[in-house]
Every structure is written in C-alpha cells, then in structure tokens.
C-alpha cells in the first residue's frame, strides 16, 4: 500500500524544538522534491519548507532559520527540524510528493495525513 507517513508532531513549549518525519511506504519518492505543508485552524495549508531530489532547499521566510528540511534518500524519508518554536507555528504539518510504485506507477501530489504541531506560549 502507497502511503506517505508523518510523525513527530506534539506539545512544546515556546523555544522548543521537534523533528518531524515523513516515510514513504510501499513506494519511493519521485525525481521531483518533497514539501512540508501546514494549515492551522481556519487558515489555507501554506507551503513551509521544500527540497528537491538534489538537496535544494527552500523555506517559507517566517521559518527561515528555524527550521531546516533534509532528506534520507535511503531511508526515503524527509525531515523536518523545528527549532525556536513559535505559538504561530502551531498547526497540522503535511507532507507531498510525488511517488513510485511498484511497476513504476506514478502516484502524484500525494499527502499524508498529517501531524499535530502545538506550541504553548
């Protein structure tokens, strides 16, 4: 089964730090990059941080360095470090990308679903 799995989400306090994981399960990320997404409670999802199959990185300019994305291609697995946690930053994180299957079936703009990130002041 194709899935995209995030964790890592929880409860911190101001000034904190977590680290976010996104696998990809039953299917191997794509030649195109990997975003970590948010939407907070009666917000639009907004693109937080991005990187490509090479490594590029890009950030969302509230984030910019706090938060740093990587990945572990052999893990296919993409991070999210989140230091210096906000109250602002609390939201659902998402992760997409596009996958391949078995077969080399193509499953794009997929999402998983998603982990509670809640900062306390």
């Known amino acids: 089964q194709v899935q995209l799995v995030e964790s890592g989400g929880g409860l911190v306090q101001a000034g904190g730090s977590l680290r976010l994981s996104c696998a990809a399960s039953?299917?191997?990320?794509?030649?195109?990059?990997v975003g970590w997404y948010r939407q907070a409670s009666g917000n639009k999802r907004e693109l937080v941080a991005g990187i490509s199959s090479g490594g590029k990185t890009n950030y969302e300019d509230s984030v910019k360095g706090r938060f740093t994305i990587s990945r572990d291609n052999a893990k296919n697995t993409v991070y999210l470090q989140m230091n210096d946690l906000k109250p602002e930053d609390t939201a659902v994180y998402y992760c997409?990308?596009?996958?391949?299957?078995?077969?080399?079936?193509?499953?794009?703009?997929?999402w998983g679903q998603g982990t509670q990130v809640t900062v306390s002041s």
């Open positions: 997409n990308a596009d996958l391949v299957g078995s077969g080399g079936t193509r499953y794009n703009d997929y």
């Open positions: 039953g299917s191997i990320f794509s030649d195109n990059g």
